[in-house]
Each structure stands twice: as structure tokens, then as C-alpha cells.
């Protein structure tokens, strides 16, 4: 027999992921192909190791996603991060 308030908190759950924020590059022209390409370069740039010449994440362990640097790089091909409040 399931509890009244667990169906609740399960309805104010739900509801919270509904109106969640997404975040996404934009820019004037670009197409999504263009924008999934200079994404995934900028990722890249993003988890590249420098000191070390590598990927990181290489060796088995999980890439560090270094995001100030992901943003740098978008925003340096003419991006703009866009919030989509849903």
C-alpha cells in the first residue's frame, strides 16, 4: 500500500525536471551540424592534457571536462550560450 505523500514527492519530482533549464551554444547562421562539429572540437580542447600531450582521461580514467576552457573556445567562434527555460 503506497503512502499518500510518496505520491507527492513523486508528483513534485516530476514536475521540477519539466521546468528544468537547458543550456545551449547558439550562433546566427550556424547549422546544427556545424554547431555538433565545433562542439565536439572545442570538447576536445576541453579535456586535452597539455603537460602531457594526451587526452585526459587516457589510461583507463574518466576525462575531466575542463569547462572554462569549452567556453572559451565557443565563444571564440562566435557562440553564445543560450538558457532555455522550459
Known amino acids: 500500500m503506497q503512502r499518500p505523500g ?4 513523486l508528483a513534485l519530482m516530476v514536475g521540477g ?6 543550456e545551449t ?3 546566427p547562421g ?10 565536439h572540437e572545442c570538447e576536445r580542447a576541453a579535456t ?7 587526452e ?8 575531466v571536462m575542463n569547462r572554462p576552457v569549452l567556453a572559451s573556445c565557443m565563444r571564440s567562434r562566435g ?6 527555460r522550459r
Open 6 to 9: 510518496t505520491l507527492v514527492v
Open 48 to 54: 586535452f592534457d597539455a603537460t602531457h600531450g594526451q
Open 56 to 63: 585526459m582521461g587516457a589510461y583507463g580514467s574518466s576525462p
Open 17 to 22: 525536471c519539466a521546468t528544468a533549464a537547458q
Open 30 to 39: 550556424a547549422t546544427r551540424q556545424a554547431v555538433a562539429r565545433d562542439f
Open 25 to 27: 551554444w547558439s550562433r
Open 79 to 84: 557562440y553564445e550560450l543560450v538558457t532555455d
